[in-house]
């Protein structure tokens, strides 16, 4: 057996416990947000939106890792490609969803101490407002290249 042959099956042998760690983590988070769990966070809209698109990308994202595992690369594939809609989908929600959003600004330098301060709602909502739209022109782009040069 070969030296890449060898690291490939124990990257493949480790992917499955990684994968699954993530898949309870995300449910932990879940069950938190729905109150099962008790969690020291107040129990608002925001949160539990915002609560349920994180954890249920840490749910996708581990079985993806723990399905290539397995061997079952397609559906990985798919999996993995839930997790990061799911992902743009939560900063789609944060810079365009209904509700108030408190954001921070934290700066630094070698020259200063690092300070924090409140940042308008408005700055943080066209923050990840930038960011959201980059990300879905990059997967409405991949999308439209995948359907083309599908055989």
């Known amino acids: 057996m070969t030296n890449s042959l060898a690291t490939t099956r124990i990257a493949k042998i480790l992917a499955i416990p990684f994968g699954l760690c993530f898949v309870v983590l995300g449910i932990i988070a879940m069950l938190s947000v729905f109150g099962v769990l008790k969690a020291s966070v107040p ?4 949160y539990q939106v915002f609560g349920v ?4 990308v840490f749910i996708a994202a581990g079985l993806g890792v723990a399905l290539f595992g397995l061997g079952l690369n397609q559906i990985a594939a798919k999996s993995g490609g839930l997790a990061l809609l ?3 989908l939560t900063f789609n929600w944060i810079a365009f969803g209904p509700g108030d959003r408190k954001f921070t600004t934290k700066t630094s330098s070698s020259f200063s101490v690092q300070t924090v301060r409140p940042s308008s709602e408005l700055e943080g909502r066209i923050a990840f407002g930038v960011v959201a739209l980059l990300m879905d022109s990059v997967l409405i782009y991949g999308l439209v290249k995948g359907r083309r040069n599908r055989t």
């Not at 129990?43 to 925001?46: A, D, E, L, P």
């Open 43 to 46: 129990t608002t809209q925001t």
């Open 53 to 56: 698109f994180a954890s249920a």
């Open 86 to 88: 799911l992902f743009l």
